[in-house]
């Protein structure tokens, strides 16, 4: 079936970096734009990044802009997020999500498809 | 960027009975274009990932049961849950996708009353 499951989380000190990996599966990776949302605790859902089907485009938010950096495999059929100079705030459980019906960054959809995400934790 | 900020912050309603929760966008998500609202409401149990359960404003995904429906246009969006069943115990966020960056709202806490 239908399916993303994210992985790499976990205890992280601050200022260090982190890669993020979402396996994807049961639909053709490569024909999907691909984004990156988290949600810290107690509080709502951020939107991070979005990367295009060849990822040859991305697109972040301002927050992340700069620290953060989304890939892709379709070899592999992975999606990426790396975040460096982690803070405490970035303390929050990270979610894959496909754009339904979306290849390219600037194509506006809904996210019909969310990984169980995985939970990062920055501290000393 | 496009603020969306829902109402209230936490229902609790009766078995059976109707919750009503609004989401107002800071600008139109109405692409008069093609006449779509970007608008989509996610349902999130504890420990679940969001779930997707409409999308234009007012189209319910696959799967998702008729009592959930959504409505409105431009900048002010209702979710509805016609009959509250005891499953329905989440937090509901709407998303503007509009726009870059794709936004939510706040998050409204559903609960039984």
């Known amino acids: 079936q239908v399916q993303l499951v994210e992985s790499g989380g976990g205890v992280v000190q601050p200022g260090r970096s982190l890669r993020l990996s979402c396996a994807a599966s049961?639909?053709?990776?490569?024909?999907?734009?691909m984004h990156w949302v988290r949600h810290a605790p107690g509080k709502g859902l951020e939107w991070m990044a979005i990367?295009?089907?060849?990822?040859?485009?991305?697109d972040y938010a301002d927050s992340v802009k700069g620290r953060v950096t989304i890939s892709r495999d379709n070899s592999k059929n992975t999606l990426y997020v790396q975040i460096d100079s982690l803070r405490a705030e970035d303390t929050a459980v990270y979610y894959c999500?496909?754009?339904?019906?979306?290849?390219?960054?600037?194509?506006?959809?809904?996210?019909?498809?969310w990984g169980q995400g995985t939970m990062v934790t920055v501290s000393s | 960027d496009i603020v969306m900020t829902q109402s209230p912050d936490s229902l609790a309603v009766s078995l059976g009975e109707r919750a009503t929760i609004n989401c107002k966008a800071s600008?139109?998500?109405?692409?008069?274009?093609?006449?779509?609202?970007?608008l989509a409401w996610y349902q999130q149990k504890r420990g679940q990932p969001p779930k997707l359960l409409i999308y234009?404003?007012?189209t319910r995904e696959s799967g998702v049961p008729d009592r959930f429906s959504g409505s409105g246009s431009a900048t002010d969006f209702t979710l509805t849950i016609s009959s509250l069943q005891a499953e329905d115990v989440a937090v509901y966020y709407c998303?503007?996708?509009?726009?870059?960056?794709?936004?939510f709202g706040q998050g409204t806490k559903v609960e039984i009353k």
């Open positions: 999500a496909r754009s339904r019906d979306c290849s390219k960054t600037n194509c506006y959809r809904d996210f019909d498809i």
């Open positions: 049961g639909f053709t990776f490569s024909t999907y734009a």
């Open positions: 990367i295009s089907d060849d990822g040859s485009n991305q």
């Open positions: 600008q139109s998500v109405l692409y008069r274009s093609n006449n779509k609202n970007y």
């Open positions: 234009w404003a007012s």
């Open positions: 998303q503007q996708y509009y726009g870059t960056p794709r936004t």
